[in-house]
């Protein structure tokens, strides 16, 4: 099960974050980014991608990071998922957004919000791997783009009734 | 409506948020206030567009800068409720963001989510799904059930993969949803195409995980998998479910061990490799074959250059240890060098093998060079090499330690350590040791002056603990001090005002015994010295001991004689005090300690501790005030008495016992008793004594403090302060005798008579004998040190070539109590939550009851694996084996389970029931449901063996 999944710059700031299983405040979850971000920032160039998270995450928790040009993904997950598989799974992620944004940077993150997380659902669902397949990804989430775009582009007939009677 | 438009018109979208951001002027704080002004504004608009784009500004403000949305989880509801796909979608983001189990618009959504799920845009249904699979509770997983269940039969596999996912969370929330909707997620089992079986693969292997008995029907379906899938996601996830069920049955190994090996052999992607492996090590360890094959591929690991691997292999190394040492043992190489590694977490896994392979004969060469090694590594893990080698010395009562000289000079040297931060274990064993083992203790008080006379090392107050330890040591083992003087000066001096006050009240009480024991000796020498005199056999010696107090009697009279002789002596005519002065120097050098108590150290000694203890009556700690009034009042009653050292005047009178000697050997006697540790069960042993009744609870007494405004939040009742006090209080528990009176003496004496089988006799330590046990080892600190983990490759090879335990010497009797010292007690393992039992027996029920029903064609396909897995012959020995074997008991088991888990879910169902009466029938339907299938003849309700 993946708890949790993070994407912050090499400064520290958080550009996506979505938490599977932990509810707690909105203070809490920047407090352990900010937790993540110290333990990241203090790692060498040339080291391994695990970090044991269970002082961040709670027992048995580990995380897996890797780091692009300015920005560290970073996915937190439980023993039942593969460390290996799960460095796999942020390639995936990395290689959609990739294929969607054409060479993707940081910029496209940051003013893509939307967009961003419609992919990450795609992959991950409720803290499951669901699909792992670049290709799949990209057709789902551009079907929903689509859809999202033809339902947005009326934008100044006034509908300001009437979606609460159709309720 | 022309203003609406308008608004919307001007309102910033997210984009022109982020946009202004990054180039805003006034300040982030200031900007994002201002922002989150204007969605407050927004967000209560009328206008669909307006609202939606708040909401989504708001959502992300909290997603990435930390505000609270909680306030508009109204708003968030609404949004989602929006016709357009475009407004839907962030209503459905916000709402996974933000919902938890206490957001009280949750029962709101259901109609929505109803409403969603059953819509005809499979992307729809796809938000309401993943909405779900993040926020479901209890009630909502109840009432969408149904349409889940429909959902799983979809004809499109992305609403499908998608509705198979979220049954994890629905059963994990509502067990009852297992009896509507297992034996469809089993069917997708069956599917043949990877987004399927990959999504309910992961379900299962969430499952599995927490209650793997129950999943073991199904292995069939599984090892189908595990043969047909070419693909890694779906192995892996095979393979973890194995890895849980194999050792829960021996002929489901035997099945599987081949397949893995094959895979294993096979396969290029080092991922499903490494699942394998952890396969084998936590599922197989009884295949020599597998393991050996694991083994390997380990090492393939370990000697890449990706750290990745290398840290894996490390960690699966470590998994494999307590069974197989010997596939540590052959990789020790590489494990040692990896101590070296740059990568903290390669170093740490290392660490931890390393250890592991430590045993009796190289332990003291691998503590050696670890400690020196701890030395030059960096601060964080420096610690976590002396925390290891403490925990590994230590362990089972020093199990692995044969010589405690070595490993107190050891403790020594890693108190010294300038990163150590392990002060408290190390007091803990410093005086475990002092207590167990009566041979370790000469060097335990060299060890701990060591400590004492540097008083540089006052200033790291992470060793306070351990000076604490070290002056307690020195006190009450002064009879091995070689110099009291120094060591009193060392407990007295200044910089002690940096020790927390319990740490000084030690030192205090500490100089307190070593105060009495410098009289004592000068007392005691100079009988000695008349008796030498007297009887001329100069070599003749007593120290202490029983027989002093018929000496006290005996010579009493003529010290006084002989005294004032030596000193007018010594200022008279020098050749008389040479001639005695020769006669002392002999004796001292004919007594093992060599002391030398002058009549002018003693007095500048107790002058020294009226000028440094002085001070300290006036201190505001209590511990610290009492200490220091004991030392002084000891001092001033010594000074008063007419025997204090006057005696050397030569003017007193001769005829009496001095006063003072009778004092000092009174408190001399007080600590003379020798400390033994006490069982943790010795107060369970003391019997109440007749006629006392203890009431049951503190009710009254609850009731008196309740009636005294004026007792200060019941100071009075228990002891101040917890923790470290117990340590202090332990410290002094025995030797603390505040007033010296002859009164205290006896009561402590008459305490230890009548109590004595809460102590060890001493006699357990005194058979070994001290004289043929070699002096310390002298620890230093080689200069050039070497590299260490070369060095440690050089000890793994010499150590473990002979195996034979080549012991110089005896190991010291460690002082064990029969109950006390249990050092680890397992703990009954943790009950799981109430839910996930829930939830197991209801799967347990579903799997047996359904397995029974010929309609389900899922069994029928069961069944027909069942004979695919196994050859006739086996066949026959499992049934065998079925009929006398454990899989009958087992069963009742899980029967008697699910019954408590029904019981627990009914009181459950009652509680809701008061809350919302419109569930009530629905539920009394699924209660009795749940229960019918109990009433089946468990006889009949074999665990469908697959094996068979």
């Known amino acids: 099960m993946i708890e949790a999944v993070l994407v912050m710059n090499t400064q520290g700031k958080p550009r996506l974050t979505k938490f599977y299983h932990h509810h707690m405040t909105a203070e809490k979850q920047q407090e352990m980014i900010r937790e993540i971000y110290g333990v990241l920032c203090s790692r060498a160039e040339n080291v391994s991608n695990f970090i044991e998270a269970d002082a961040i995450f709670g027992p048995n928790t580990r995380l897996v990071y890797k780091h692009y040009a300015t920005l560290y993904f970073v996915f937190v997950f439980d023993t039942t998922e593969n460390e290996l598989a799960m460095l796999d799974l942020i390639q995936v992620f990395v290689e959609t957004l990739d294929k969607c944004f054409k060479n993707v940077c940081e910029l496209d993150v940051v003013f893509n919000f939307g967009k961003i997380h419609t992919i990450l659902d795609e992959i991950i669902f409720g803290g499951q791997v669901l699909e792992t397949n670049c290709i799949e990804v990209m057709k789902s989430v551009d079907e929903i783009m689509k859809l999202e775009r033809s339902s947005n582009t009326i934008l100044l007939a006034p509908i300001v009734t009437s979606g609460r009677n159709s309720r | ?948």
């Open chain 2, 1 to 948: 409506m022309v203003p609406a438009i308008v608004d919307s018109l001007l309102q910033r979208s997210l984009e022109d948020l982020i946009k202004g951001l990054r180039i805003q002027m006034i300040g982030e704080t200031q900007y994002l206030n201002k922002a989150m002004e204007d969605i407050r504004k927004e967000i209560k608009s009328t206008d669909h567009q307006m609202k939606a784009i708040a909401l989504q500004k708001l959502t992300y403000l909290n997603m990435l800068h930390g505000f609270d949305m909680n306030w508009a989880s109204f708003h968030v509801v609404e949004v989602m409720s929006m016709p357009r796909f475009f407004h839907k979608k962030i209503g459905y983001l916000a709402a996974c963001q933000s919902f938890s189990e206490q957001t009280e618009v949750l029962l709101l959504i259901t109609n929505q989510l109803k409403k969603d799920l059953g819509g005809t845009n499979e992307y729809e249904v796809g938000l309401a799904l993943n909405c779900l699979s993040v926020i479901a509770t209890c009630d909502l997983a109840r009432d969408l059930t149904p349409d889940i269940f429909t959902l799983l039969g979809s004809s499109k596999i992305y609403v499908k993969k998608k509705a198979i996912s979220v049954v994890l969370r629905i059963f994990k929330k509502y067990p009852d949803a297992v009896r509507v909707a297992f034996k469809r997620l089993v069917e997708n089992l069956e599917r043949s195409d990877v987004q399927t079986s990959s999504a309910v693969i992961g379900v299962f292997c969430e499952l599995t995980m927490d209650d793997p008995v129950s999943y073991l029907p199904l292995a069939p379906e599984f090892y189908r998998l595990l043969v047909d899938s070419k693909n890694n996601w779906v192995l892996i996830k095979v393979l973890k479910i194995f890895a849980v069920l194999a050792p829960l049955e021996p002929r489901l190994a035997k099945r599987i061990v081949e397949q893995v090996s094959d895979l294993m052999r096979k396969t290029m992607a080092k991922s499903l490799l490494l699942e394998c492996i952890r396969t084998v090590v936590s599922g197989l360890s009884d295949y020599k074959s597998a393991v050996q094959l694991s083994a390997e591929k380990i090492r393939d690991f370990l000697v890449e250059d990706d750290p990745n691997l290398k840290y894996l292999g490390l960690q699966v190394l470590s998994t494999l240890m307590p069974n197989h040492l010997w596939a540590v043992l052959e990789n020790k190489e590489l494990i040692v060098k990896s101590l070296d590694d740059e990568d903290p977490s390669i170093r740490l896994v290392a660490l931890n093998l390393v250890m592991g392979m430590v045993s009796e004969e190289n332990l003291v060469e691998f503590s050696q060079v670890l400690v020196h090694y701890a030395l030059k590594s960096e601060p964080e893990f420096s610690n976590k090499i002396l925390g290891s080698v403490l925990s590994t010395c230590s362990r089972n009562l020093y199990q692995l330690v044969s010589d405690f000289d070595w490993y107190v000079a050891l403790l020594g040297d890693i108190s010294r350590n300038p990163h150590c931060r392990h002060g408290q274990e190390i007091e803990r064993q410093l005086i475990d040791i002092a207590l167990r083992v009566e041979d370790a203790r000469a060097e335990l008080v060299r060890v701990s002056r060591d400590l004492l006379i540097n008083p540089a090392l006052l200033g790291n107050q992470f060793l306070h603990r351990v000076l604490s330890a070290a002056a307690w040591i020195c006190g009450e083992f002064s009879e091995f001090l070689k110099d009291p003087f120094e060591i009193m000066e060392a407990l007295i001096q200044p910089r002690t005002v940096l020790l927390p006050p319990l740490s000084r009240a030690v030192y205090i009480q500490s100089a307190l015994k070593v105060l009495v024991f410098c009289f004592h000796g000068y007392m005691n020498k100079k009988e000695n010295m008349l008796c030498d005199l007297h009887s001329g056999s100069r070599g003749s010696q007593r120290i202490v001991g029983e027989d002093l107090s018929l000496q006290v009697g005996n010579g009493g009279l003529e010290v006084s004689e002989t005294d004032g002789k030596s000193c007018s002596a010594a200022e008279g005519s020098e050749s008389v005090g040479g001639e005695i002065l020769a006669d002392f120097d002999e004796i001292e050098a004919l007594r093992d300690d060599g002391l030398i108590f002058k009549k002018e150290s003693l007095l500048h000694l107790v002058n020294l501790i009226k000028m440094a203890i002085g001070p300290l009556l006036e201190s505001d700690d209590v511990e610290l005030l009492e200490r220091a009034r004991n030392l002084l009042g000891l001092v001033d009653l010594l000074e008063d008495s007419p025997g204090f050292l006057a005696v050397n005047e030569g003017e007193e009178n001769a005829n009496s016992v001095p006063e003072s000697s009778e004092i000092i050997e009174l408190m001399h006697g007080v600590f003379l008793e020798e400390l033994t540790p006490v069982s943790v069960h010795a107060q369970e042993r003391v019997q109440a004594p007749d006629g006392l009744t203890l009431p049951q609870n503190l009710s009254e007494l609850a009731a008196i403090i309740g009636e005294d405004p004026l007792s200060p939040s019941g100071v009075s009742i228990g002891p101040p302060q917890s923790g470290e006090w117990d340590n202090i209080s332990f410290l002094n528990k025995q030797k603390q005798e505040p007033e010296p009176s002859g009164e205290g003496k006896s009561l402590l004496e008459e305490h230890r008579k009548r109590h004595g089988l809460f102590y060890l006799s001493p006699s357990k330590g005194e058979t070994e004998s001290n004289l043929d046990y070699p002096s310390a080892n002298v620890v230093e600190a080689p200069n050039d040190t070497p590299n260490a983990p070369s060095d440690l490759v050089r000890l793994t090879e010499k150590t473990f070539v002979s195996k034979k335990p080549t012991r110089a010497k005896p190991r010291p009797v460690v002082v064990k109590i029969d109950d006390g010292d249990e050092v680890v007690t397992q703990t009954e393992k943790q009950m799981k939550g109430s839910k996930e039992d829930l939830l197991a027996g209801v799967i347990r029920d579903v799997l047996l009851s359904g397995k029974g029903d010929p309609s389900s064609s899922s069994s029928h396909r069961k069944e027909k694996n069942i004979m695919d897995m196994h050859t006739p012959e086996e066949n026959s020995e499992a049934i065998e084996k079925n009929r006398h074997g454990s899989p009958s008991s087992k069963r009742t088991k899980h029967k008697s389970h699910g019954k408590g888990r029904h019981k627990s879910s009914g009181k459950n169902e009652d509680n809701e029931k008061h809350k919302n009466g419109h569930h009530q029938n629905t539920k009394h339907r699924s209660w009795r449901r749940a229960e019918s299938p109990r009433k089946v003849d468990p006889q009949a309700q074999v665990i469908p063996d697959f094996l068979l």
